[in-house]
């Protein structure tokens, strides 16, 4: 698993000159447009909402003594609470939302990876393609939140509440790692036989949204460059991945 975390990060090594190589950035403007709106509409609201999580939740304590002490606590606790369920909306909205823009990038970098033109994949519209990453990000946001929930409720609990942070964070890292390899197996899987895909290469999703979520930490410049570095890191990884267990294959290919 540690191993293929690390295969997942290193992937990003060269991501920036190989979509200047490929001229790739064209296909990144209307993502980007996308990633910067949402970001400033989830950002705007958390906000507005932190506040008010932080007061909801200090009602519990029936006491005066110590109840400025809670209080913090409280805001400070429904801060995380906003900006975690603020992440990954953001990430799963932005994601979707791009699926048919990044499909192409995908399939140029598999062209450049394997020298081959006209593959034997699946043939998929505009509209099928946000049709899909919408059904996968659907998908994975409620399972998501699922994991999310109870690990925030753990923030109550001292000591506990220092590993409930990064098990959200790889929680956050693996769920983003899978809509990023999912761009490249929309062509050559369906549905199901993606979710497979990823399970089995767990480690490879935590890897790249590891780094895609510590872009997200970089003012601006993150939210900007995030889309393209993480997409084409992904997209070497999983090309690279169906090769080695020759997927790319006709005959092994989904229609």
């Given at each position: 698993m540690i191993k293929n975390i690390l295969n997942g990060i290193k992937a990003y090594t060269g991501t920036f000159a190989l979509i200047s190589k490929l001229n790739l950035w064209k296909y990144f403007l209307i993502p980007i447009v996308i990633s910067v709106v949402t970001a400033i509409i989830i950002g705007l609201s958390a906000y507005g909402l932190s506040d008010n999580i932080g007061d909801f939740i200090a009602r519990i304590w029936p006491w005066e003594t110590g109840k400025e002490t809670f209080?913090?606590?409280?805001?400070?606790?429904?801060a995380i609470i906003v900006l975690a369920v603020g992440l990954i909306l953001y990430k799963h909205i932005i994601m979707a939302l791009s699926a048919p823009f990044m499909s192409p990038v995908s399939e140029k970098i598999e062209t450049h990876l394997t020298g081959i033109e006209k593959h034997q994949h699946r043939k998929t519209s505009f509209k099928e393609q946000l049709a899909r990453g919408i059904r996968m990000n659907v998908r994975n946001l409620g399972k998501e939140l699922l994991i999310t929930l109870p690990l925030l409720l753990l923030k109550f609990i001292p000591v506990v509440n220092i590993f409930s942070t990064g098990l959200l964070f790889l929680v956050?890292?693996?769920?983003?790692?899978?809509?990023?390899?999912?761009?490249?197996?929309?062509?050559?899987?369906?549905?199901n036989e993606s979710v497979r895909f990823v399970r089995k290469h767990r480690g490879v999703a935590i890897g790249n949204g590891i780094v895609f979520m510590l872009f997200l930490l970089i003012p601006v410049v993150g939210i900007i460059l995030v889309l393209p570095m993480s997409v084409t890191a992904a997209s070497l990884k999983t090309?690279?991945?169906?090769?080695?267990?020759?997927l790319l294959s006709s005959k092994q290919l989904t229609v």
């Open positions: 209080t913090a606590i409280s805001s400070f606790i429904g956050q890292a693996y769920y983003a790692g899978f809509g990023n390899i999912d761009y490249t197996l929309e062509r050559h899987f369906k549905y090309v690279e991945i169906l090769k080695s267990e020759d």
